[in-house]
């Protein structure tokens, strides 16, 4: 048996693709994409590309795949991480690092207090580590250190939220669980308090999202697993209020004719900001599925499947816009191999996310052209390098994430199965010497 | 299983003391606490699976219940009380089924409220248990994982704490117990820099019935005491963050 930890994805010594990300400020005020190792940020407001300054000592910019992106709640502070073990602060007046923080371990998801003053992120040994953010915005912080606040043990966590009062933090592993912690006044001190798990995924949790509005202030729980369903949660208790069975109501799995699992997985999930909506992206589905949210009945139902026409466009991640009501959606991934381009990234935009009624689920032009979004061909060229592709580049990428994500289930069940053996293995040894 | 007694015989349910935590062998998980199906554990206190009511649950965990003979010393001394012990390896939690089995024969109306199940406890706690459903949980002798950067696959840890204080009801009693000095030394330093444990003082440890059992009742225990071992033990008692 292996004496070394087991390391989930370090196993595979292949260049591992990465999935593109985007996210978007609170405002609207600029978009950010990463791509590989590529952070991108295109201005809004200035209508222009953003060029990143950064000079930590840590290192410039990231060197490897970034994992998670993240705006702050106040729109001030902007977070990347990845599997460079660096997490990145930046400010997003100067778009200067303000920070860089070492990981011991690649970062698997990053998350921002709504006041800004603490920075959370997640390893892939399952540690949530904390540090904190000095209230000076743009000005240099000395390398901080970043202390253990909980851990989930040896497990991989796919997904880190606050709670939109702040009282919480809700981590999410892929051993299907997801732990609500209290967190608390002084956070370096560590996160103790467990209030609640919320369990009842059959797969891993994949991602997590709030849904709340003025009514119900502290908000439900949303979260998106690999066993195809999306759940509903009341977090102090951790009760379960509904489950969507997501992949067999939009018809994936008679499309595909056959079941595959991984194929109808849920990648993403995001809430619009009066938590009558949940927006959807799953494996395999050429567009996205649009819940529909009622938090005083506590349920979740599927309202309508939106296909993105044109090209092959299976969104990696999905994220709103509060204040536009605009979902902005991404597609693509790093590290192909064996073609001309090496990476993708392809951006479309939702218009509407804000609205739930019935008009706007019924209306069919929910997907705005690319002249239609927001910044339009500038930020496109910006985030996306490009504005013209070759419909192949899109398959090979879909392809890639399955796999990508298919491996990640796998890499963990065959390194079980492998310990499994060479337990079974050692004990037949033992009982030959104990009866001899 | 001897002729004699019905017992299932140690000499062929021999397994490594040290088993790795940080593998995931194929074992059923209950996907909650609500889905552990304890008529079959304890089958002439729940009738059927729809009689588990809310009312009687498991109270005592065995970290590590190893050859159950904690277990077993625990039964007669609270007879109303549920109790669990889970263990990693596979042969030895075989055979503290069979030890319980038998033991249920030979003494109809006992032993009825002990059981052991197959886990990887520093993963599952939460699977198998409520908020603040135990009154009590054991660690004794647990591995001591000597090398240094094998410290974090210790059972008692200051992240596993949190775990074990939500498992445990405030009031709740830990009982951790070993051989290893420095790995005495390391429970205590984890337990008392937790927010939610606190030591019970010597009164209280002298009050407590179950404490001489740390020692006594466990064949790990009665190997040190023939061998005049030291033992260090740390007790606490689960309390509200301040």
Known sequence: MEDAPMEYGESNKEIEVAPALIAVHPNQESVAVAVGSDLRVFDLQGDCAVSLVDDSSGGSLHKDSIRAIRYGANGKLFVSAGDDKLVKIWSTESWRCISTVCSEKRVSAVAITNDGLYVCFADKFGVVWVVDVDGSDGQAIVNKKAAPMLSHYCSIITSLEFSPEGQFIVSADRDFKIRVTAFPNKPLDGAHEIQSYCLGHTEFVSCLAFACNVEYPQGFLVSGSGDSTVRLWEISSGTLLDTCEVGGKAGLLESNGREEECCSAITDLCTNSDGTLVAVAVQSLQGIILLSCNLSARTLSLAKVVSIGGETFIPTRLVASRSTGLLWMITGVSNLRGYEYTSLARVRVIFGFNKSNHDFIQNERLVLEDDKVPGGSNLLEKLQGSVSFDEKVFVAAAEAVKTAMGNFITVCDTMAERRVRNADRGRIRDHNADCS | ?242
């Open chain 2, 1 to 242: 299983m001897s002729k004699s007694t019905g017992l299932p015989r140690k000499r062929f349910y021999r397994a490594r003391a040290h088993s790795n935590p940080l593998s995931d062998s194929h074992f059923p998980i209950p996907i909650a606490s609500h889905h552990v199906d304890y008529s079959l554990h304890y089958p002439q206190v729940f009738a059927s699976s729809d009689e588990v009511q809310v009312s009687k649950k498991v109270q005592f965990a065995d970290i590590g219940c190893g050859f159950g003979g904690l277990l077993i010393s625990l039964s007669a001394l609270f007879p109303e009380t549920l109790m669990i012990g889970m263990e990693l390896r596979d042969k030895v939690t075989e055979y503290v089924k069979q030890r319980i089995s038998a033991l249920r024969v030979a003494n109809p109306g006992q032993y009825q409220n002990i059981s052991v199940v197959r886990t990887n406890s520093m993963k599952y706690i939460p699977n198998y248990f409520e908020k603040g459903q135990l009154s009590k949980m054991f660690f004794l002798f647990p591995d001591p994982h000597f090398k240094e950067k094998n410290h974090r696959r210790r059972v008692i840890s200051p992240h596993l704490l949190d775990e074990y204080a939500y498992a445990l009801g405030v009031g709740g009693i830990i009982y951790t117990i070993t051989d290893v000095e420095e790995l005495g030394d390391w429970m205590k330093a984890c337990l008392q820099s937790h927010p939610m444990f606190e030591a019970l003082t010597f009164e209280e440890l002298e009050a407590d019935p179950v404490v001489n059992l740390l020692t006594s009742a466990t064949e790990e225990g009665q190997k040190v005491a023939r061998n005049g071992g030291q033992t260090f033990q740390a007790v606490c008692r689960r309390v509200q963050p301040s």
